[in-house]
């Protein structure tokens, strides 16, 4: 690779969608390897408020990005976008259409006009899932947008995430055990998962900025196979929670969950999340540690990083 093409620690790189989980826990990690130049662009103005405190040198844009507007001026000169926008759950289509494909098509547009030269695109496990859902299939569309963009990419897809600042999975998972005497699971609880650690998915993204790695596409799965109800069982452990673990017949918990869903125009977890939760589905795993030369982090390790850390494990975001 020629010195041209590297990217430098102070290029400027934009971040899409930068404050949310994947974007909180990546501008911390290049800011702590020496990063200078990192502009985050989201429209959530609790969670920007959060990234502009844990970043203060960071240049911190709120906007709608399905909407054109003067936020694409934050692209002039960027030498790499990393495009982490996406809706992820909810009960309505339009809202997965406007930040999963129309938010897309505005961004790609953008980094036509201005140059840009490198995208690092977030995609997801969930093209290669068979459930049939409104995330799935419009990530799969938003994929497919940026690859037939032209412009140079690596696409990532990693599969469930956890880590700091989680505010749906596994996060909301921990702060309802906080709450409730009693935690419910489907069924009988072993639907397999291969949870991946959000900071180790930050490195495999700073790699491929350092790198510039292009014109490839990257599976990226938790290496350790773990059942539903044992992540449940390991969050409980490690956050000292005294909620107890009941088993609720799949009907009776779909059942629920649409009753709630009755009351709450936004809930956290839906019928068709319980869906994808049970759907058999085991992802590929690529020696990613190697790959990109990062170290794997032990899932119970990982927990524990996540919910005992000091100056993160208390930051919670909204949806």
Request: proline share 5%; with cysteine; charged share 20%.
């Amino acid at each position: 690779m020629t010195r041209a093409l590297m990217i430098g620690k102070n290029d400027k790189i934009v971040l899409t969608g930068a404050a949310g989980l994947v974007g909180q826990n990546l501008a911390v990690l290049l800011r702590e390897q020496g990063y200078t130049n990192l502009v985050g662009i989201d429209k959530q103005p609790h969670n920007t408020r959060i990234l502009r405190e844990l970043n203060p040198r960071m240049t911190v844009v709120e906007a709608d990005l399905a909407r054109p507007g003067d936020w694409s001026e934050a692209l002039r000169d960027a030498r790499a976008l990393v495009m982490l926008q996406a809706q992820i759950g909810g009960a309505v289509y339009a809202e997965f259409v406007a930040n999963n494909l129309t938010a897309t098509e505005t961004i790609l547009a953008a980094c036509r006009a201005h140059g840009v030269s490198y995208i690092v695109h977030i995609s997801s496990s969930v093209v290669n899932s068979q459930a049939v859902d409104f995330y799935t299939e419009t990530k799969k569309a938003q994929e497919q947008l940026v690859l037939a963009s032209g412009i140079p990419c690596v696409v990532l897809r990693p599969t469930l995430m956890f880590g700091w600042f989680d505010r749906k999975h596994l996060g909301w998972l921990s702060r309802f055990m906080q709450r409730s005497p009693v935690f419910p699971i489907p069924g009988s609880g072993h639907y397999m998962r291969q949870p991946l650690y959000n900071r180790d998915f930050c490195r495999i993204i700073s790699a491929c900025l350092e790198r510039r790695i292009t014109g490839e596409t990257y599976n990226i799965s938790g290496m350790e196979e773990v059942d539903y109800i044992d992540i449940i069982r390991t969050i409980k452990a490690v956050s000292g929670s005294r909620t107890r673990i009941i088993r609720i017949p799949y009907r009776a918990f779909w059942f629920l969950l649409r009753l709630y869903a009755v009351f709450d125009r936004n809930p956290p977890f839906t019928t068709k999340q319980l869906k994808a939760l049970v759907t058999p589905d085991r992802f590929e795993v690529i020696p990613w540690d190697q790959l990109f030369a990062v170290r794997r982090t032990p899932f119970a390790e990982a927990i524990h990083e996540t919910f005992t850390d000091p100056r993160y494990a208390q930051i919670t975001l909204e949806f």
